[in-house]
C-alpha cells in the first residue's frame, strides 16, 4: 500500500495512537498508518471536517465500527480502537501489509486462473463470515482488498449495511462503485448477500482480465450496463469463466452462495495448482504469446547414440531434413549424403569408429568435440589404463636412472 507524508493540516496524534503517514483519502475522510504506545501499527480513519456536523456521514461510520464489531474471523482487519463521539470521529483497526488486487493488478497485469481461484475461495469464505453477523459490505472491489501474506483482507464497510435495507440513502450519497455494483443496487432494491456475490464476480473478472467485465464510461453508462447488458468475459480463463458468469447474473436468485462459491473455487485453484489446465493464463495472454511464437523448428537438439555390434552411430535427431533448416549447431562442411550421416572423409581415408564415452572403445580421444562442435565427455576407463601406464613407465624409468648411479 502506498504511503505519503503527513500535511500540514493532518493531525500527529489522534486519540492513543501516534500518527506518521497518509495510507489514503476518500469520500469519508482519511486513512492513517498510525502506532500505539507499544508499536502495534494501525489503519485508523478520520472523518473529514467538514463531514463532522453531518449526522448522515456520522451514522454511516457507526455503521462501518459497529460492522467491524460484529464480524469475526480472519477476513477483516481486527478492530483495534473507535471514538465516535470526538469532534471528528474516527476508528483504528489492525494494520494490514501489502497492496490492493487493484494495485497488483495494474502493476503486475492479470493474474493466473490458479491464482484468482484461490484469492476468490478466500474472499468466498470471508464474505461467509461477514454474512454471517448480518452484514452485507455493498462495495467490494479490488480496491477494497488487500493482499496480506496471510491472505486477502477486505477492507472498507463504510456503507456496509444490515441485510435487507434498501441500498438508498440521500441524494448523493455514494452507494458503490459503478462497474461492481448489483442490478438491484442500481435499482434500488433491497440488498441481500446475493449482491456481495455479484460485486466478487466483478472483482473476480477483473483480477483475470485487468478490467472491467462492463467496460469504461461515465457512472450512467456503467450502470446501465450492469442492468441491462451481458458482462464480457472473454478474458477470463475457461476454468473459471462459467462460475464468474453464474456471479454475474441478474437475478440475485440465480447466483451462487459465498459457500457454493468458496468450495468450487478450493476446487478449481487445486486442479489448476497442479497443472490440471492445459494453459492457466488468460486467453488473451495465450494468444499474444502464440502469435509471437516462431513458426519454425526450435533450436533446440535432441542426440543420443544408437550402440551397433561392430561400430556406433552417433545420430541427430533434432536435425531437420527440409530445405532451409536451420539448427542450433553448426553443420559440418563438405556434400550432404542423406539423413544425418557425417560426409564422408575427402582422402579417402576409412573414417575412425565413434564411441559414446561409455564403453570404453577406441576411436574417440577423451574430450575430443563431435560433428555437432559439442564437446564429448572424456572415457573414464580409457582415463584409468593411461594413467596406469604413466605410472609404470615413470617407475621403470627411476629404476633405471637409479641402476645406473651405482654403476
Known amino acids: 500500500m502506498a504511503m505519503m507524508r503527513l500535511r500540514r493540516e493532518d493531525p500527529r496524534v489522534v486519540g492513543s495512537f501516534r500518527l506518521h503517514r497518509r495510507l489514503g483519502a476518500g469520500g469519508m475522510g482519511v486513512v492513517y498508518l498510525g502506532s500505539d504506545r507499544r508499536g502495534q501499527r494501525v489503519a485508523l480513519k478520520v472523518i473529514r471536517p467538514d463531514l463532522a456536523e453531518d449526522q448522515e456521514f456520522r451514522s454511516r461510520f457507526a455503521r462501518e465500527v459497529s460492522a467491524a464489531r460484529r464480524i469475526r474471523g480472519g477476513c477483516t482487519a481486527r478492530l483495534v480502537a473507535a471514538d465516535l463521539e470526538a469532534d471528528r470521529p474516527w476508528f483504528a ?59 486477502p483482507r477486505i477492507i472498507d464497510f463504510g456503507i456496509a449495511w444490515a441485510t435487507g435495507a434498501s441500498t438508498l440513502t440521500h441524494v448523493g450519497t455514494a452507494v458503490g462503485s459503478p462497474g461492481f455494483l448489483a442490478p438491484e443496487q442500481v435499482r434500488g432494491a433491497a440488498v441481500t448477500p446475493a449482491t456481495d456475490v455479484f460485486s466478487l464476480g466483478a472483482t ?22 450492469v442492468v441491462h447488458e451481458e458482462p464480457q ?15 454475474l447474473a441478474k437475478d440475485p436468485e440465480e447466483r451462487p452462495s459465498t459457500l457454493q462459491l468458496s468450495m468450487r473455487l478450493k476446487e478449481i485453484a487445486a486442479r489448476e495448482a497442479q497443472g490440471g489446465g492445459l494453459d492457466a493464463r488468460p486467453p488473451a495472454q495465450r494468444d499474444r504469446s502464440e502469435a509471437d511464437r516462431p513458426t519454425g523448428r526450435l533450436p533446440e537438439r535432441t ?3 544408437e ?7 552417433y545420430t541427430d535427431t533434432g536435425r531437420g531434413t527440409g530445405a532451409g533448416q536451420r539448427t542450433g549447431a553448426p553443420r559440418p562442411s563438405g556434400p550432404r549424403t542423406g539423413g544425418s550421416r557425417p560426409p564422408a572423409p575427402r ?14 572403445r577406441p576411436g574417440t ?11 564429448r565427455p572424456a572415457n573414464p576407463r580409457l582415463l584409468r589404463q593411461r594413467l596406469i601406464v604413466f605410472f609404470v613407465v615413470t617407475l621403470i624409468v627411476a629404476l633405471g636412472i637409479a641402476a645406473a648411479q651405482q654403476l
Do not use: W
Open 307 to 313: 550402440h551397433d555390434e561392430r561400430t556406433q552411430r
Open 233 to 247: 468475459l472473454h478474458g477470463v480463463p475457461d476454468a473459471l469463466a462459467p462460475l464468474v458468469r453464474a456471479c
Open 303 to 305: 542426440e543420443r547414440y
Open 93 to 151: 483497526t489492525q494494520y494490514v501489509p501489502g497492496p490492493s488486487l487493484h494495485d497488483k493488478v495494474a502493476e503486475e497485469g492479470p493474474l493466473a486462473a490458479a491464482e484468482t481461484a484461490a484469492i476468490g475461495a478466500a474472499l468466498s469464505e470471508g464474505l461467509v463470515a461477514v454474512h454471517e453477523a448480518g452484514v452485507v459490505h455493498r462495495d467490494l472491489k479490488p480496491s477494497n482488498i488487500l493482499l496480506s501474506p496471510k491472505g
Open 204 to 225: 473476480l473478472a477483473y483480477a483475470a482480465m485487468g478490467d472491467s467485465p462492463f467496460g469504461h464510461g461515465s457512472s450512467e453508462v456503467m450502470l446501465y450496463r
Open 347 to 360: 582422402n579417402g581415408a576409412r573414417p575412425a569408429s565413434r564411441t559414446n564415452g561409455t564403453n570404453g
Open 365 to 375: 580421444r577423451p574430450g575430443a568435440r563431435t560433428g555437432t562442435g559439442r564437446l
